[in-house]
């Protein structure tokens, strides 16, 4: 028994396994010990992306830059969409790279547990894990697209003002909203894998119902409030803001933001944990 | 006294039937329904485990046996906390190191040192510790030069090595391993079976899982034994064993080929040369089958074969009477036939003895009995040496032809 007391740091110990927890234990003590194992799965996530490809992570800056050329050939120079007195392009991408990131993070951190499913029907951690690790995984994709923006605004002549200190915050908002969401899909998906095959849409309805190709101020007035009901419209509004200087920042729609976020994310851990015990038998 | 490792209290596992299929099938739309009629169609179900308590200390060793489907599996998953147990409690006293299946987790296109770390900090070590371990790591898995290869190009037992090695570092105090040393080459197994010993004088729990009563008998002094979902037997292993053997017998009995009835073998018994009943074989020594029959016609000449089949049905050799020129011109009524086989010199390993009797030469099947389990044991040939071993001669030449030296053909006896 000195082992114990030799490696401190390791996991273990005295534990009690029990038919069910109570509701509102989350355990989070147990997803802080096996912290490093989320920052394996998200670094695995990285590095199996881009192997094998001649290209490697040139590919996490490739895929923004072509998609902001298709996009804006499509809505700036045919469909002439306005973009607030900016460039489309600059418009179009500081709203596209805060997208990209959720849309990822929320994808993946739905189906990554049918996508691990055999390490949850053969390995014990805390299944919260692999959600968190999925939305933090497309980070890396969203550094280094954030790095071609600014090239691409000092291209522009547009350089940051100290609002950018804002941009950190704003990521870490759309991290907790599709880790939310996915608390309750990821749970659903186990069971049917009707999910995956509706996200594409979903996420499709969502952009669309979201200031990233078009501007805010293009809803029509009364539509705004519940427009505005979108947590997303908050965050993209914010980080136009706060890369561009463009607008306001609009208080109301970051309060709306949060506080959805926050209904969200609390229910969805409660019912990731309530699930959580029977994945390895139905997944 | 060590202290307990575990302790299991009236655990029971419930499952629904084909409650999978039904979603795959019905679909979500069909479930939902279901929910909001409160439909009772989703009620059939069945315990994997029903009221199972048992309590291992530090230090034991502890075999888990019973058939497929005992709910041997369900165990193993719910101790290490994949899923959870329906009914009852557990407490766990330790760091519980899990080998359900080797190498879950590993990533193909990862090099193997990206791999041992990931797989590290799956089973639950930090950075630091797989770090400090990795050469041992390495070096105990014999991969070193292919570290740094992506695993899809291992073969799978360098795949399995490394794993395995990953886990055996993580010094559990309690070590669940399900058949995972079955696997790799026998240099490797061996290796697999020391660590499990060494595990044990470092006072860890072990609960091993076989169907190989012959690594269970050389592992473990305890044996658990689950019978549908219920632990029938716990005590020494000995006995254990012989229990699960009867189960098997009377399973394969319900079963499999069947003879037309003329004759009925009564019982068949393995015994030592010397006439005890024995199950447990060394490589070498002979063995004595009695088959005791009950003829319902007088038959003539009937063959009586005793065949060997080895656990993974391979046939691996049959006496017959007729073939030993020992057939009796007319069987009739009750009797009973008694082979002294030659020394075996099959591997070690676990077989099972068939009786046929068959109508004179090899036609009709008249009667069947088996199968009866026997192991051999041997410590060193086992399969992988192949289905036999037996020394052979050699001698060394000159270029000419002749006879450098006679004294080589000697040194073989003495091995």
């Known amino acids: 028994m000195s082992e114990v007391t030799e490696s401190p740091g390791r996991i273990s110990h005295r534990f009690e396994i029990r038919p069910d927890l109570g509701l509102f234990d989350l355990e989070l003590g147990a997803v802080w010990k096996y912290r490093q194992l989320l920052f394996f799965l998200a670094w695995r996530e990285v590095r199996v992306r881009y192997k094998q490809a001649a290209l490697g992570v040139a590919w996490a800056v490739l895929q923004p830059v072509m998609v902001v050329i298709i996009l804006s050939a499509v809505f700036g120079v045919f469909a002439r969409l306005p973009s607030e007195g900016l460039p489309y392009p600059v418009f179009l991408f500081a709203g596209l790279i805060p997208w990209t990131y959720f849309s990822e993070a929320l994808r993946r951190g739905s189906v990554g547990l049918v ?17 968190l690790a999925m939305v933090v995984a497309p980070l890396v994709d969203l550094a280094l697209a954030s790095g071609v923006l600014f090239v691409f605004l ?39 894998r009707d999910v995956m095959h509706t996200l594409p849409f979903l996420l499709q309805i969502w952009m669309y119902a979201t200031p990233v190709i ?28 706060s890369l561009l200087g463009m607008g306001e920042v609009d208080v109301a729609a970051i309060g709306v933001s949060l506080a959805v976020i926050s209904v969200v994310l609390v229910g969805g851990l409660l019912f990731f944990r309530r699930m959580e015990g029977s994945f390895a038998d139905v997944i | 006294m060590s202290t307990l490792a575990l302790q299991v209290r009236g655990v029971g596992k419930r499952y629904r039937i084909g409650a999978r299929k039904q979603a795959d099938r019905q679909g979500l739309l069909h479930r939902l329904g279901a929910l909001a009629r409160r439909s009772q169609t989703d009620d059939r179900t069945f315990w994997a485990l029903q009221d199972v308590s048992f309590e291992i200390r530090h230090g034991e060793n502890v075999g888990l046996i019973g058939l497929n489907g005992a709910g041997k599996s369900t165990l193993l998953k719910i ?25 879950t987790g590993f990533h193909g296109d990862l090099t193997g040192r990206e791999n041992v770390f990931l797989y590290g900090s799956i089973l639950g070590m930090t950075r630091e510790e797989v770090r400090r371990k990795f050469d041992a790591i390495v070096e105990f898995s ?132 010397d006439g005890t009943e024995r199950h447990l074989f060394q490589y070498g020594e002979r063995m004595r089958v009695r088959i005791r029959y009950r003829a319902h016609e007088p038959l003539e000449a009937p063959n009586f074969i005793v065949a060997v089949m080895r656990a993974d049905d391979v046939s691996c050799c049959s006496f017959s009477t007729e073939d030993d020129v020992a057939s009796r011109p007319v069987v009739d009524g009750q009797g009973v036939v008694e082979l002294l086989t030659p020394p075996i010199r099959l591997v070690a390993e676990m077989y099972r003895i068939f ?3 068959r109508a004179k030469g090899f036609q009709d099947l008249i009667a069947v009995h088996g199968p009866t ?3 051999i044991a041997h410590d060193l040939y086992d399969t992988h040496f192949g289905v036999f071993h037996e020394h052979g001669e050699w001698r060394w030449l000159d270029e000419a032809g002749s006879a450098a030296s006679r004294a080589a053909s000697d040194t073989s006896l003495t091995r």
């Open chain 2, 373 to 375: 389990p026997i192991h």
């Open chain 1, 214 to 241: 078009y501007p805010l101020s293009m809803v029509p007035e009364r539509w705004q409030p519940l427009y505005r009901l979108n947590p997303m419209v908050g965050v993209i509004e914010a980080f136009r803001w």
């Open chain 1, 154 to 192: 000092a291209w522009y002549g547009i350089w940051p003002t100290v609002n950018v200190l804002l941009l950190p915050v704003l990521v870490l908002v759309s991290m907790a909203l599709a880790l939310a969401v996915a608390l309750w899909l990821g749970p659903i998906n186990v069971r049917f």
């Open chain 2, 79 to 103: 101790l290490s906390r994949i899923t959870r147990p329906t009914t009852g409690r557990i407490t766990v006293d330790g760091r519980i190191g899990a080998l359900l299946e080797v190498g």
């Open chain 1, 115 to 131: 996508g691990d499913a055999e390490l949850v029907k053969k390995v014990y951690f805390p299944r919260l894990i692999i959600p």
């Open chain 2, 355 to 357: 009786v046929l009797v």
């Open chain 2, 142 to 273: 014999g991969t070193g030069p292919f570290i740094d290869t992506p695993v899809k190009r291992y073969s799978s037992g360098m795949y399995v090595r490394l794993a395995f090695s990953v886990a055996a570092h993580m010094e559990p105090e309690i070590l669940l391993l399900d058949e995972v040393l079955a696997v790799g080459d026998l240099p490797f197994q061996r290796k697999c079976m020391e660590f499990a010993k060494e595990m044990q004088r470092r006072d860890a729990a072990i609960m091993f899982v076989s169907h190989n009563m012959f690594s269970i008998k050389t592992m473990c002094e305890r044996v658990i034994y689950l019978r549908r979902g219920r632990v029938v037997y716990d005590g020494p292993t000995d006995e254990g064993i012989r229990l699960y053997e009867e189960d098997c017998r009377t399973l394969s009995q319900e079963s499999g080929l069947e003879g037309d009835g003329r004759l009925t073998v009564t019982s068949v018994e393995v015994l030592a040369e």
